[in-house]
């Protein structure tokens, strides 16, 4: 049974937002009203807008951090008695991050979907144990996908890390990003490589594509934010440095640009890259296991800056290899629709519905 109703959380500050909007849109169009409560810092001007477009979304600003934000869990405390306060008149909870489900009573239902974790982004980019001081972050996202009647995750390859993170003895539904359609853009592509990204997160690999930039004949533009929130930030000195974009600008960068390139090694799904193939980019990723699985046959891989600087200057070099790759990725991204999502989503709300009522009845 579809939910009426769904208090959905988000955040402002990485790719959830975009998630988040996108999803709630979906969900409008199959008559679902959704109260979206963004954590965090708080949206700007232009974010606001996009959710004030929606015709059965509306916005709560919930003072409340996001838990890599925070030193210890004491600082969420609050959270799950202000989460089940909002949520009155609601039908399920759609929490986009598995530490908000921790500590939550009552009967509705819980959806946990992990865009990323903090055990899984230490065991890729570092492969060892978790430092101490981040073991009560392990331990709240253990609770929150406990709680939970449904995990979630946007890939088979986050998903298999979770269940090995977690040690999850439930099941992991699979549910795959999408992208919103934008028009096509005639023309000529024009001489640069484009990227984008949270830049101040290691995870995404700005040194990478900083290293490979000083070696590549094109210019690289990296869109997004250098300094992260409250802590350390990225300074590129080779790749010139955009800052953080519109949506709308972004898109229409992407429809320009001769290469989209993507240098993460950490990337449970990898947004950014699905909206760049759906304007027709050719795509460079990072060989990483969810870059493969998604788009394996339609992407050229690299695994450092020499790689990275060697495959721009080379696809830039073949142009009718540029177009055919580029309308590869167009065609793969045409897999990755809101209505493909929006299946699989109501599935998984089916299933946290069907959990949540078997809890009831064994309680």
């Not at 974010?47 to 996001?66: I, K, Y």
């Not at 040690?167 to 699979?174: D, Q, R, T």
């Not at 094109?218 to 440095?241: I, K, M, N, Q, S």
Request: proline share 7%; with cysteine.
């Amino acid at each position: 049974m579809t939910p009426r109703r769904v208090l959905m959380t988000v955040d402002a500050v990485g790719g959830v937002w975009r998630y988040g909007v996108d999803l709630c849109r979906a969900l409008n169009g199959a008559g679902v009203e959704v109260l979206l409560v963004c954590l965090g810092p708080a949206p700007n001007a232009g974010q606001r807008a996009e959710v004030a477009a929606l015709r059965a979304t509306h916005l709560q600003l919930l003072d409340a951090p996001l838990d890599w934000m925070v030193e210890d869990p004491a600082a969420l405390a609050a959270l799950p008695g202000q989460l089940e306060d909002l949520a009155a008149g609601c039908d399920l909870l759609h929490l986009n991050l598995p530490t908000q489900a921790a500590g939550l009573g009552g009967r509705r239902p819980v959806v946990a979907v992990s865009h990323s974790c903090v055990v899984t982004w230490w065991a890729m980019m570092r492969g060892t144990p978790l430092p101490k001081g981040w073991a009560w972050q392990k331990a709240l996202n253990a609770r929150g996908l406990a709680r939970a009647d449904a995990v979630v995750a946007p890939s088979m390859s986050h998903a298999a890390a979770l269940r090995e993170a977690y040690a999850l003895a439930c099941p992991v539904h699979v549910v795959p990003n999408a992208v919103e359609a934008a028009p096509q853009a005639a023309g000529l592509r024009e001489s640069f490589v484009l990227a984008a990204g949270r830049w101040w997160d290691e995870g995404k690999g700005a040194a990478l594509l900083d290293a490979a930039a000083a070696r590549s004949t094109l210019p690289v533009l990296a869109a997004g934010d250098c300094d992260g929130p409250g802590g350390p930030g990225f300074e590129f000195r080779h790749a010139r440095t955009l800052g953080p974009l519109t949506h709308t600008a972004l898109r229409g960068l992407m429809q320009r640009c001769a290469i989209f390139a993507s240098p993460s090694q950490y990337e449970p799904f990898g947004l950014a890259a699905l909206e760049a193939a759906q304007g027709g980019a050719p795509l460079l990723l990072a060989e990483i296991p969810t870059y493969r699985e998604i788009w394996d046959g339609a992407a050229l891989f690299a695994r450092d800056a020499p790689g990275f600087a060697a495959t721009i200057d080379a696809l830039f070099a073949d142009a009718p290899l540029r177009a055919a790759l580029g309308a590869q990725a167009r065609a793969r991204a045409e897999r990755y629709t809101s209505g493909r999502q929006l299946c699989a989503l109501l599935a998984a709300y089916a299933s946290s519905a069907a959990a949540s009522s078997s809890s009831s009845l064994v309680d």
